[in-house]
């Protein structure tokens, strides 16, 4: 059975920082990239960052870049999203999913084959 579980998220302060994890199961870590996502309430879902597990690639969408970085350990099949500076705008709740690649990574939904049930962050003012 696949699973990908997602957790680390939380209340903090505007300026704070949340490390998110997605520890993965039931399928090749190597033969995927794993991204994150996030959906505040009342808009679209929206790719933040990914990392492909074969070969260590990561993209982080602009509205990220120097705030937030993605990691992996693949000894314990386990994505990190480290999350400092965070804005009252980070606020969603954040999902981790999975495609397969050969290479790269790419934060499009429509790639996925697999998705967590997301954990919760919100960033007070």
């Known amino acids: 059975e696949v699973q990908l579980q997602a957790s680390g998220g939380g209340l903090v302060q505007a300026g704070g920082s949340l490390r998110l994890s997605c520890t993965a199961s039931?399928?090749?870590?190597?033969?995927?990239?794993i991204s994150w996502f996030r959906q505040a309430p009342g808009k679209a879902r929206e790719g933040v960052s990914c990392?492909?597990?074969?070969?260590?690639?990561?993209f982080h969408k602009d509205f990220v870049k120097g705030r937030f970085t993605i990691s992996s350990d693949n000894a314990k099949n386990t994505v990190y999203l480290q999350m400092n500076s965070l804005k009252p705008e980070d606020t969603a709740r954040y999902y981790c999913?999975?495609?397969?690649?050969?290479?790269?990574?790419?934060?499009?939904?429509?790639?996925?084959?697999?998705w967590g049930k997301g954990t919760q962050v919100t960033v007070s003012s």
């Open positions: 039931g399928f090749t870590f190597d033969d995927y990239a």
């Open positions: 990392i492909s597990m074969g070969h260590g690639r990561t």
């Open positions: 999913a999975a495609e397969p690649t050969t290479s790269g990574c790419h934060v499009d939904p429509l790639g996925m084959d697999y």
